[in-house]
């Protein structure tokens, strides 16, 4: 095998920041020299390092991420921080726009009573997040944002968590290559503003919340006023939430 300051080195000059740990990690997952230079060759073309090892870490636990799939980022722990501190035990939980069922399966792994749903729209998304989340008891279904779900949720949702894609269209290509070019462009773009699928989901989510039921999307520190105003117009009183550490920042509405 090639010794892992060899691969770190190489790594360094492709770009990648924390080379020394990439270095590790994709030594202990390779079975043989040939799947190493393999793995490396990948990396150093600007595949997510996440999809050649099939897995991110995200919120202690390890998620597998297929390619095409968005990889889950830290600084959503901060929305799934915020989705348990009002998740009771027993709570009805929806991870809108799931993913790999990252924020699901945090959510689930921290309160395993919760009875929970996800959806997403992307088939290979879906099927990750099957795989992610039947373990835990969570039931995935294919579709467009609320529409997916059984229709005996209407109304008794209590927590509704959504990270929607919010990139401005016209950000996307500022995006680092590894975004822009090896994550579905449907699991980015939110439209002119960023909002486009926000909007759908503070409209569509009223009626599909329980009483005093709370909606969580993920926003940007730039966009959350522009958050805050679309949940008001749907009858849902926002707060904002922000974290330095994790530049996290996330819109809490509460209903009726
Ligand atoms: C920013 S990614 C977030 C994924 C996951 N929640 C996470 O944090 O890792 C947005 C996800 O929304 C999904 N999506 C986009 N439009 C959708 C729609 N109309 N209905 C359902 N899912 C949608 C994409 O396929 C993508 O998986």
Known sequence: MTPPSAIAARLRAAGCVFAEDEARLLTSAARTPDELAAMVERRVRGLPLEHILGWAEFYGLRVQVDPGVFVPRRRTEFLVSQALAVCRPGAIVVDLCCGSGAVGAALSSATPTIELYATDIDSAAVECARRNLSALGGRVFEGDLLDALPAALRGRVDVLVANAPYVPTGAIERMPPEARLHEARLALDGGADGLDVQ???????????????????????AQAAHTMAVFAQNGLTPKVVHSDDLDGTVVIGTGG
């Open 199 to 221: 909007r759908r989901v503070a409209a569509a989510a009223p009626a599909w919340l329980a009483p005093g039921g709370y909606l969580l999307v993920e926003t940007s520190q």
